[in-house]
Structure formats: structure tokens, C-alpha cells
């Protein structure tokens, strides 16, 4: 895919290689960007049919954009950020990743089969399917050298704000403002969250600003933990090691899913969701014969990310996502077809719940997916609180749900203890620094 300009167009490009080929991509950009702009669509195989595997959603929720990088399987290259010289290997092919004969099996059991069961009790068969099978499964390889042995931290803070969008940035800016001293994690390369899908000049940008004093990017949260009962930890994960934060605060702003549509071979390379193709778009990417599907009625963000394409949004139902390791076109529930080398699916996300129900919220299923129940602006839960997509809150809440958190914040600093509503580190026994 060729280059045009967008928000991006001033980084510094550097040189590294995918599958032993020279790519250019920004310096410190999603790899899985840098792929797609270098034409790199079918990136990978999956484990069972080996189907060809495309990023996706951009947002470290498809697994469609594992790769092996310098030599460390399973890495999801949209949250791996560009670096001079990195070594970026396809996963899972038996020969190469545009031509892989065990994708056979997925033609030849298009309905799927339990490999539990297939051949089992027919003798010599049952031995030579498990030999076989013992031979190709999992996914990726174990690296060759072993890791480094990494730093592990122990910290406390008021706030610990997990996600970056602009909700997780109004829970950082209310803590300053109460003077609480806050951390704000995300597993992207950069903040932001749905405001890097839409363009520079939105209005909503400034949300962005000003940046967090503790902002860490390329941070994964591995769980929330109780290591001694009462007080509450969360473990972080980054490349330089782990961290282990005991809060008084948990903000959980963790935003949306991408949703899909339910058609046939939806999981093609070439299909984004809005949000990815938003990425693309202002990532300089040129997106090949585009064409965007919103079966349910086009989203905000979907229409933006038409205009800036300059294509008319299609409000029909998809049948099936047409090609072969890539996308050639698609067709409808109303028996016409179009052709199309990318098909960007426009439905209303689902908000990313998971964390909240780990922190022992109460979800409920609702028309958007799981929430919190109740709908409160922000919902709570002792020293947990939910904001922003995560809560089933649109776009345009972000400034009530800051003035709502200023308030929470606010009345937290002047009582003081709070021991119902906060989470207490106590007086320093457990709070070990350790290298
Ligand atoms: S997980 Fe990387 S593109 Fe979806």
C-alpha cells in the first residue's frame, strides 16, 4: 500500500526486515501499521485450519497480527511499537505465509471437526494423526535463547488509571486537580485510545492534553491481585519488567471492543474494523479499494472515517467477506456483490468488560455487551471505579465524567481514610522493593 499523508508525517523512518524482506516503517509506530503500509496484509497462519491471519482492530483484541519479534513468539505487533533493525517473523506456516498446505484441512472440513475425536480408536491411524498432530500444534515457537532476567518493582500511588483514551486522561487530570498523585497505563504504543482513530484537527484532541506526569505506554495488566487480603494490587508488565502498584484508586477506563459482523469469513486479511481503518487512515496508509459496511447503521466514528476516504457507507447486511488469503470483495444479504481489496466493518463497539469483572463488579448483558449494572456515570465499586466506554458512557460524557471524578476525588482527599470506599495500602509492611 502506497504512502500519503496523515497526522504521522514527520517521524523518523527506519529500516527493518519481515520474513528476511527489507521494510521502512515511523520509528516507534504499531509494527502492524508499518506492515500494512508496506503492502504486508496476510501476516500469519492460525493454529488449527491455518486460515490466513490480517491485523484487524489494532487495539491488541483480534490476535490477527501475531508475530515472532527477535526471535520472542506470539507478540501482537500492534502493540509492538517500530525499532531500527527489529528482526519480524510470520508464525505458523508450514511453508511460507502466502502458501501453506495445511490450509487444506480448512477446505477440507469446512464445517470444522473435534480433533479430539477425529480418527480416534482406528488403529495406526489414531498413532500417526497424534504424531502429527504433536508436530504441528500451538502456536509459534519457543524462543531460542532465554530472556533476561527483568527488574520488578513495588510502587503505591493515589490513582492507577488503566487506559490511555480520553476518558482514562480526564480520571488523571481530575486526580491532579484533587492533588492526588496518579499512573496511567496502557498496552498501546501511544495514548489516546479512539482519539488516534479519528482526525488530528477533531476537537476532541484536546482531551490529549495535557499528557499525565506517570503516562506508561507498552504496559500490559496481567490481573489484579490480593497478595495479603486487603490492600488491592495490580501487576503490570512492560518489555524493562514487572511492577506490582498497590493503589487507593483503581480507575478503569478500558474503553470498547471492536464488535464484528456474524458472515462468512469475516476473519479475511483486508478486513478492519472503523477504528483500525481510522488508525490507517491517519497513519498515512492508503487503503486499497475500501469499502465500509454498517449493517447496523453507520457509527460517528465510521462516517468520519468515510468522508475521509471519500466513500459512501453501505447500511445492507454482509453475507460473506469474497477471496482467498486476502479480501476480493464481498457480498450481501440481498444477493449483490462488490468488489474490494479492504472491507471496513462499522458496528457498535462492546464494552471491554473483563477487567472490571476481575475487580468484582457486577456485569450485566445489555443490548452492547456486558456493563456494570446500574448507569451511573460512574460506576463504583469500594476503591474501583469504572469510566467511559468500559461503563457504557459515549464520547461526548468525557467532561461530565471528569467533573464527576474531580467531585469523587475531591471529597476522597479531604476525608481522608475513607476505609470503605479506598483502597488502603496500609502502613508499608507488605511493600517490598525488590530488583
Ligand atoms: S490484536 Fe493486533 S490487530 Fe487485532
Known amino acids: 500500500m502506497a504512502e500519503q499523508t496523515g497526522r504521522a508525517g514527520a517521524e523518523k523512518t527506519v529500516a527493518f526486515t519481515f520474513d528476511g524482506e527489507p521494510v521502512t516503517g515511523r520509528l516507534g509506530e504499531p509494527l502492524a501499521v508499518a506492515l500494512v503500509r508496506a503492502g504486508y496484509i496476510n501476516l500469519a497462519r492460525s493454529p488449527k485450519f491455518h486460515r490466513p491471519r490480517g491485523p484487524s482492530c489494532l487495539r491488541g483484541g483480534c490476535d490477527g497480527c501475531v508475530l515472532r519479534v527477535d526471535g520472542v513468539p506470539n507478540v501482537l505487533s500492534c502493540l509492538e511499537p517500530v525499532r531500527d533493525g527489529v528482526r519480524v517473523e510470520s508464525q505458523n506456516s508450514a511453508l511460507t505465509r502466502r502458501f501453506d498446505p495445511l490450509r487444506g484441512a480448512d477446505f477440507t472440513f469446512p464445517n470444522g471437526f ?4 477425529f480418527l480416534a480408536g482406528i488403529p495406526i491411524a489414531e498413532d500417526l494423526l497424534a504424531a502429527f498432530a504433536r508436530k504441528v500444534a500451538g502456536l509459534g515457537h519457543l524462543p531460542t535463547e532465554p530472556g533476561s532476567v527483568r527488574e ?10 488503566v487506559g490511555s483514551g480520553p476518558f482514562g486522561l480526564a480520571a488523571a487530570r481530575a486526580a491532579a486537580s484533587a492533588g492526588l498523585q496518579s ?3 496502557d498496552d498501546a504504543v501511544a495514548p489516546g485510545g479512539v482519539l488516534r482513530a479519528f482526525p488530528a484537527r477533531d476537537p476532541r484532541a484536546a482531551y490529549l492534553h495535557p499528557a499525565p506526569k506517570d503516562l506508561r505506554v507498552g504496559a500490559t495488566v496481567v490481573g489484579i491481585y490480593d497478595p495479603d487480603g486487603k490492600p488491592r494490587a495490580l501487576l503490570l508488565a512492560r518489555d524493562r519488567g514487572a511492577s506490582l502498584i498497590y493503589p487507593k484508586w483503581f480507575v478503569f477506563a478500558t474503553g470498547n471492543h471492536d464488535a464484528t459482523i456474524p458472515c462468512g469469513d469475516e476473519d479475511r486479511p483486508g478486513v478492519f474494523s472503523a477504528r483500525a481503518a481510522g488508525i490507517l487512515v491517519e497513519a498515512g496508509v492508503v487503503l ?19 468522508e475521509r476516504l471519500g466513500i459512501t457507507v453501505i447500511e445492507k447486511g454482509v453475507s460473506e467477506v469474497l477471496g482467498l488469503s486476502e479480501v476480493r470483495g464481498v457480498s450481501f ?6 468488489s474490494a481489496k479492504t472491507v471496513i466493518v462499522d458496528v457498535p463497539p462492546a464494552p471491554a468488560h473483563e477487567l472490571l469483572a476481575e475487580a468484582g463488579f457486577a456485569v450485566v448483558l445489555g443490548e452492547a455487551g456486558f456493563l456494570p449494572a446500574g448507569n451511573s456515570l460512574v460506576s463504583r465499586r469500594n476503591c474501583f471505579l469504572a469510566i467511559g466506554g468500559a461503563n457504557g458512557r459515549a464520547l461526548g460524557e468525557v467532561a461530565a465524567t471528569e467533573a ?16 470503605e470506599e479506598k483502597n488502603s495500602p496500609g502502613d508499608g509492611e507488605h511493600i517490598k522493593h525488590t530488583k
Open 152 to 161: 520488578a518493582t513495588v510502587e503505591t500511588t493515589d490513582v492507577l488509571v
Open 183 to 185: 499512573i496511567v497505563v
Open 333 to 338: 444479504e440481498d444477493g449483490t456483490t462488490l
Open 288 to 306: 486499497q479499494e475500501p469499502v465500509l459496511v454498517a449493517p447496523r447503521g453507520a457509527t460517528e466514528l465510521g462516517r468520519s472515517v468515510a
Open 404 to 419: 464527576a471524578l474531580d467531585r469523587i476525588f475531591s471529597e476522597a482527599s479531604v476525608v481522608d481514610e475513607g476505609a
Open 114 to 117: 473435534n480433533h479430539h475425536d
